[in-house]
């Protein structure tokens, strides 16, 4: 058994300390919103994806990163560890999840990867990206409906979201017919 100071330790490193308040968050939305173009909206999702990626944890944080760094030289093992733990440690920081995603996904893992996915837009149902991931892997297995239904939550987030425009586009007449 752990003495009460270890939890009051952890409770602590793990407390919410830089992540962006949800009224920025908001504001972003706004912008993103009105943006007229692509151009425009990137820097805008840019700063929404940065603060997804905030956790409020140093520690977390620090992990996110060493997860990502094991990724990027190709240990996929040090990687996958690294994400455990986070998930362990905050089951509720959507990131976590999505960087799990991606590690199943490069393993060949599809269905861990859809699953991982889920969890991110459950836990965050304003994260486009991850939802675009989500509706492209879906496309990719054939549940063109399901895929179309999420690429069009994407577009009523960020409607200019090139990918989720291109593809909802080529989807609509295949799924939903040409309306004639």
């Not at 992540?19 to 908001?26: E, N, V």
């Not at 972003?28 to 603060?51: N, Q, S, Y």
Request: glycine share 6%.
């Amino acid at each position: 058994m752990r003495p009460a100071w270890t939890a009051l330790f952890f409770a602590l490193m793990l407390a919410p300390a830089l992540a962006q308040p949800k009224a920025q968050i908001d504001r972003w939305f706004a912008d993103l919103a009105k943006a007229e173009t692509a151009e425009d909206a990137k820097p805008i999702e840019d700063k929404i994806d940065a603060a997804f990626r905030q956790s409020g944890s140093a520690s977390l944080d620090l992990l996110m990163t060493r997860a990502k760094q094991a990724v990027a030289s190709g240990d996929s093992k040090t990687a996958a560890t690294l994400t455990a733990a986070v998930n362990k440690l905050a089951p509720d920081f959507a990131e976590g999840w999505r960087l799990r995603a991606v590690l199943d996904a490069a393993a060949g893992n599809d269905g861990a990867a859809m699953i991982a996915l889920q969890k991110v837009v459950t836990l965050n149902p304003r994260h486009f990206s991850a939802m675009a991931d989500l509706a492209g892997m879906l496309e990719d297995y054939g549940d063109k409906k399901a895929a179309l239904a999420l690429y069009r939550k994407v577009l009523g987030l960020d409607p200019r979201h090139e990918s989720a425009v291109d593809r909802a586009r080529a989807l609509e007449s295949e799924v939903e017919g040409l309306g004639i």
